[in-house]
T-cell receptor
């Protein structure tokens, strides 16, 4: 069964600190892995998308890594800000043809809170 | 572009009533998705369309749910009759096969409460 597991479930850090969120998946076939940020009361917004051949991808203070051999990904947030408080969702696509569609498997997210 | 537009943003209704959620995808996108999000189950795909044609509705929980896409710029998700367990946030998303990895862009969601 295709699954995406994220850890930790929730995390509280102080502003300015770094943090790393984890994602393990058992999706096959694999097309790409996405990290989404979801602010409270809003829809998810894509941070990064990586194919199996990409080991790392950055988007500002966000850096995602992918190890397709161990089926693990991480999202590293540098110099956290209050605005980083959100849910971070790992999503794996098994749709080789289109990279999307109904082959998306969602994690349940990591709830991050950044405090002063 | 205004992004994916959903209406209403909030809906409160009583059990047994019909509920219609609306979505306007990003212009030019050829895929449209309906999702449901709850605390317990996270995001779940209900149905998706390609070029206005339903491709996979296996995520639709039961016959009370139906979705239509009469044209490229409009889709509806209908629940009839609604039940308290349908309470959730419903998201519409759209994407383009021509885009990078068919990235999906989500709307702001409709928060549905069934009393």
């Amino acid at each position: 069964k295709n699954q995406v597991e994220q850890s930790p479930q929730s995390l509280i850090i102080l502003e300015g600190k770094n943090c790393t969120l984890q994602c393990n998946y058992t999706v096959s076939p694999f097309s790409n892995l996405r990290w989404y940020k979801q602010d409270t009361g809003r829809g998810p917004v894509s941070l990064t998308i990586m194919t199996f051949s990409e080991n790392t991808k950055s988007n500002g203070r966000y850096t995602a890594t992918l190890d397709a051999d161990t089926k693990q990904s991480s999202l590293h947030i540098t110099a956290s800000q209050l605005s980083d408080s959100a849910s971070y969702i790992c999503v794996v696509s098994g749709d080789i043809l289109t990279g999307g569609g109904n082959k998306l498997t969602f994690g349940t997210g990591t709830q991050l809170k950044v405090e002063l | 572009d205004a992004g994916v537009i959903q209406s209403p943003r909030h809906e409160v209704t009583e059990m047994g009533q019909e509920v219609t959620l609306r979505c306007k995808p990003i212009s030019g996108h050829d895929y449209l998705f309906w999702y449901r999000q709850t605390m317990m189950r996270g995001l779940e795909l209900l149905i998706y369309f390609n070029n206005n044609v339903p491709i996979d509705d296996s995520g639709m929980p039961e016959d009370r749910f139906s979705a239509k896409m009469p044209n490229a710029s409009f889709s509806t998700l209908k629940i009839q009759p609604s039940e308290p367990r349908d309470s959730a946030v419903y998201f519409c998303a759209s994407s383009s096969l021509a885009g990078v990895h068919n990235e999906q862009f989500f709307g702001p969601g409709t928060r549905l409460t069934v009393l």
